[in-house]
């Protein structure tokens, strides 16, 4: 029976891990690159297709750091942090009327 519960565990770890990189990495991401597109000094068509296109990057990068963390919890509040700041600068930066 400890041996199922441990296994039982150890499956609920790895979804986690999943969700937190296909979800969390997905959210975090999109913020992350709808903020570099308000920040860069391009036009607004080059901006957004720049910020885009390395989003890719950053999208892999997320998923490869959600997996090679030791800590689950540091993790989620990490993307949690990340992505409430990045859409919080985001909210901050866009004009009064809140559309681009």
Known sequence: MARQTASARYRWLVASRVLAAVLGGYALTSAASTLLALLWPLPLAEAVAASTMLSFVLYTL??????????????????LAATALCTL????????????
Do not use: D, E, K
């Open 89 to 100: 600068l985001s909210w901050a930066l866009l004009p009064a009327g809140g559309s681009l």
């Open 62 to 79: 997320i998923i490869i750091w959600v997996f090679a963390s030791q800590r689950l919890r540091t993790t989620w509040l990490g993307l």
